[in-house]
Every structure is written in structure tokens, then in C-alpha cells.
T-cell receptor, first 111, second 114 residues
Framework: SQQGEEDPQALSIQEGENATMNCSYK?????LQWYRQNSGRGLVHLIL?????REKHSGRLRVTLDTSKKSSSLLITASRAADTASYFC???????????FGAGTRLFVKA | ETGVTQTPRHLVMGMTNKKSLKCEQH?????MYWYKQSAKKPLELMFV???????ENNSVPSRFSPECPNSSHLFLHLHTLQPEDSALYLC?????????????FGSGTQLSVL
């Protein structure tokens, strides 16, 4: 069953611009994670933010979490053509262990 | 390289065939997962194993049969599949089975059922 829903479904930007992707979910969560997938490949874990955290950084990535609105955002700063991929949010419900993924945002960064 | 290897990378099979997908992880993890990724749909969790014991079968049809002989290997046995089963099948592992584990994915097997 789908938990997170990403917005937008697709995003096209110029190299150097920032990319923002949003994720909304429905139930109480333990944590929210973001993953990246290059075309036809497996997913790669980017960052995990716990339910008691509001913001987290990793390199050019910045993730925010608003549990009152049940939403998260992923910001990629100074994007590069190599950032072209699909990005997925994933959640684990409170008390659970299953990682449930959203449908993803396809990001295209033009050189 | 994520430490999770899936074979084959591509598989074409007829509806009456029997085939198996293989996943091997070299990370010393104790939990393994099968996910299905169909075009324009979210990843669907199929099966979860922890220390070789199946802990989750997410209402998957019996034509998919998982096997976990040890904590490093996971198989998905396929028989009498339907065309709608065509998808990318992804294997993943995590250190333990728990709420704050991150998943390490293989590159997947792209399955086409004719």
C-alpha cells in the first residue's frame, strides 16, 4: 500500500538551479527516508530523518520534516546533470518495520 | 556497488516457464526483501525475511515463491506468470529488521512475461 506521495511527478531544471521535491504521507511514522534511482537500476539511500527531527543536511541535500502536516521536502542545491534520476520518499509507520515507498519524482537536470 | 547482487539482470519468460531470480548480499545483513517495481507505480513490498524466517508476505500470489536458505541469499521462484507480472524486481537488505534501518538495493532483474 502506498504511503508517501511525491510532488511534482516530474521536474525539469537547468544545471546550477535548486530542485525541490515534496512528499506527503498519511499515518504516524518512525522516520522518513529519501532514495534515488537511476534509470533501470536499484535505489540508493540518500538520507533518513527521524520523526523527532525537523531538518537534516547531507552535502548538497537538505531534508525537512513537518509531522504536523505529514510532509517532507528534499532540496538539492546547485544541481548537476548527474543528479538526473528519480527520487523517492519512503516511510516506516510507528511500530512497524516495513519501508513503504511513494511513486517518486523524476528529476531532469539540463546541462 | 551496493554490496547486493542480483542475477539475472534481464529475463524473458513464457507464461508456462519456471525460472528463479537470485539475490546475494555481501554486507553481513540479517534482513532481506523483495520489491516489485512496475511502470508508473510505487514500489510494492512483496516479501520480508529476517534471519532466514519469512516475516511478511504482502498478499503476493502463489505463483511467486520466495526462498531464503541463509542470511546472504534470497531467491524468488517464478511459475505460471502472467503478462502483468512484467516488472523490475528489486532485492534489498538491511542490517536488521527494524524501523530505522536503511535499505541497500541490488540493480534488479527486469522481467518480461510473454
Amino acid at each position: 500500500s502506498q504511503q508517501g506521495e511525491e510532488d511534482p511527478q516530474a521536474l525539469s531544471i537547468q544545471e546550477g538551479e535548486n530542485a525541490t521535491m515534496n512528499c506527503s504521507y498519511k499515518t504516524s511514522i518512525n522516520n522518513l527516508q529519501w532514495y534515488r534511482q537511476n534509470s533501470g537500476r536499484g535505489l540508493v539511500h540518500l538520507i533518513l530523518i527521524r520523526s523527532n527531527e525537523r531538518e537534516k543536511h547531507s552535502g548538497r541535500l537538505r531534508v525537512t520534516l513537518d509531522t504536523s502536516k505529514k510532509s517532507s521536502s528534499l532540496l538539492i542545491t546547485a544541481s548537476r546533470a548527474a543528479d538526473t534520476a528519480s527520487y523517492f520518499c519512503a516511510t516506516v509507520n510507528t511500530g512497524g518495520f516495513k519501508t513503504i515507498f511513494g511513486a517518486g519524482t523524476r528529476l531532469f537536470v539540463k546541462a | 556497488e551496493t554490496g547486493v547482487t542480483q542475477t539475472p539482470r534481464h529475463l524473458v519468460m513464457g507464461m508456462t516457464n519456471k525460472k528463479s531470480l537470485k539475490c546475494e548480499q555481501h554486507l553481513g545483513h540479517n534482513a532481506m526483501y523483495w520489491y516489485k517495481q512496475s511502470a508508473k507505480k510505487p514500489l510494492e513490498l512483496m516479501f520480508v525475511y529476517s534471519l532466514e524466517e519469512r516475516v511478511e508476505n504482502n498478499s503476493v500470489p502463489s505463483r511467486f515463491s520466495p526462498e531464503c536458505p541463509n542470511s546472504s541469499h534470497l531467491f524468488l521462484h517464478l511459475h505460471t506468470l502472467q503478462p502483468e507480472d512484467s516488472a523490475l524486481y528489486l532485492c534489498a537488505s538491511s542490517q536488521e529488521l527494524g524501523p530505522n534501518e536503511k535499505l541497500f538495493f541490488g540493480s534488479g532483474t527486469q522481467l518480461s512475461v510473454l
